[in-house]
């Protein structure tokens, strides 16, 4: 069983996939990491994103590794734990350039694919509904007011010591949702047979107990 949530940055859907996926007890798989692990690394290298050659080797020698640790998810890059520097400005303002590489959409679906087909699992994205498991038995997509969104983004950056303006995240999410959602690569769209939720509003506790009580009754 694949239930797959999307919807743009900071809607809510991390924090409600992995509640879902702790309730029913399945794996939950957050692929916004994988493609920010990803980021880290070639950054970290000073590779050219058009340099086919090279991304196709960083991505060959890079091993990801995510797991939950006392209630939060640890994301490992050859096992060094990058949970914190995924989450840094820098990637930020490039992860969905790098998302939208060819080279790396193949590697990441392909593994997202793999652990799909092996497990249950909670998948969540921005094209898990319409490319990587168009198939899922259930689907969600996520959305919530601009500002909201840009509250709770606050709210995890100061946590790991980026202060920002309010305005300024604003303005970066609205930068980020145009570009994921015109880049030609898996572009973030609602797919045709998903429920969609508007958090804006919603408790955390509603979200999940939505989707739960959605799952359960279908």
Known sequence: MIIAIDGPAASGKSTTAKLVAEKLNII??????????????????NV??????KVSTILDNMIIDMYDYNGKIVVKLNNEDVSE???????TKHVSEVSSLSEVRKSMVA???????????????????T???????????????IKMRAQRRLKEQEQIGIIKSLE????????RDHKDSNRDNSPLRKANDAVQIDTSNLSIDEQV???????KNN
């Open 111 to 129: 593994m997202q694919r793999e652990i799909g087909n092996k497990s249950d699992c909670v998948v969540e994205g921005r094209d898990i509904g």
């Open 28 to 45: 939950y798989l957050d692929t916004g990491a994988m493609y920010r692990t990803v980021t880290l690394q070639l950054l970290r290298s």
């Open 168 to 175: 300024d995240v604003m303005s970066d999410l609205k930068v």
């Open 48 to 53: 050219n994103f058009d340099n086919t050659y």
């Open 85 to 91: 520097l995924i989450r840094s400005t820098d990637v």
């Open 131 to 145: 490319i990587v498991f168009p198939n899922a038995e259930y689907k969600f997509y996520i959305v919530a007011d």
């Open 209 to 215: 107990n939505f989707i739960i009580n959605n799952i």
